[in-house]
């Protein structure tokens, strides 16, 4: 533990060539294909998810950027240069109706799908519901990047097929999901009910956690569909953007002050994903945890096979209303 904080803050390179020091433009200096490639990223409205969009349209690619705020979004459009085209949808991840409508206008466009990066996500300290009824952080954080990837997935197989272009899913986690380990859904149900209260680092620690579950299920998915699409978890490590907008002041600028050794810029908390999106070093990779660029260990709650396939299926049962029957819309649903 000792000797990974010194090499965190050496900024020492691991096996891949980076670390935590590097930035999204150093991952991405080698990436001279990125003109064939359309990406799709979620919450490139500000922080990391700006940064990305940033790096991978200065490398020429295509970009699909979701947002609930179309208008914000096309102010973030206009300060992103890169040679590639940039278009904004709206998406609001918190409804389920939102992202089958985003998913309709995405495949209307008739691109192909290379890249599909879930960065969006949200930290707050109160408790609220989604539109359809469920907890909100979980709804963002999870539930709705787990509904989108499904929607989208028969459109990146077959988009890898044609354009013989490995599809890649990067899902933005953090090592906060080590801060919840039991059973996700059952806490979620304790907390419906009213029989715990409400947490916010727990709630995000679950979703975040959730995530790295659904990246090794889905890993094994697409391996038994044996399709050449791949989907990882990352950790971006801790950088200051408007993820705690709920509690903006003296005392986070204090907090974020007093760890500023420990803190990343943007543009070196964009790299991990960068890096895993794009890089030629992660070709075939999938179901991976990686952190500082570099593959890494997520916590032992994220392990188990049996527990991300149960999630999976309960995440189904609880977007049923999503009419995700459609077998032509959901192809990693009966593996
Ligand atoms: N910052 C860190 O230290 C840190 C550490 C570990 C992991 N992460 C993860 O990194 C990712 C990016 O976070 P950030 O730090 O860059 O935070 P941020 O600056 O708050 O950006 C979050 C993005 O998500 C979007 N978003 C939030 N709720 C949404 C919804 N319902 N539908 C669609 N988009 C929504 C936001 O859009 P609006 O502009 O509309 O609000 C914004 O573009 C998150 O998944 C976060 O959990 C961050």
Known sequence: ???????????????????????????TAAANHLGAITAIITGATSGIGFETARALAARGARLILPARNPDAAEEVKSRIA?????????????????IRSFVSQF??????LNILINNAGR????????????????????????????LLLEKMVVSARETGIEGRIVNVSSFCHRWFSGDPLGYLRLLAAGEVRYNAARAYGLSKLALVMHSKELARRLEKMGVNVTVNSVDPGITRTRLNRDREGLLLDMTFFLASKFVK????????????????AVAGASGKYYADCNESAAAKSAASGEAAAQLWIEAEAMI??????????DPAGKQ
Do not use: W
Not at 91 to 97: I, P
Not at 107 to 112: K, Q, S, T, V
């Open 82 to 98: 890169g040679g590639g085209q940039i278009i904004i949808l709206p998406l609001d991840l918190g409804s389920f109706s939102s």
């Open 1 to 27: 533990m000792l000797a990974e904080t010194v090499k965190y803050l050496l900024g020492s390179a691991g096996p891949s060539g980076f670390g935590s020091t590097s930035t999204a433009d150093d991952v």
């Open 123 to 150: 930290f707050a300290y109160d408790q609220a519901e989604s539109e359809d009824g469920i907890e909100l952080t979980f709804a963002i954080n999870f539930l709705g990047p787990f509904l989108l990837t499904k």
């Open 320 to 329: 049923a209303d999503a009419d995700l029957d459609g077998s032509e819309s």
């Open 265 to 280: 810029n943007i543009h070196q908390a964009a790299a991990t994903t960068c890096y895993v999106a794009v890089h030629q």
């Open 107 to 112: 495949l209307a466009l008739g691109f192909p």
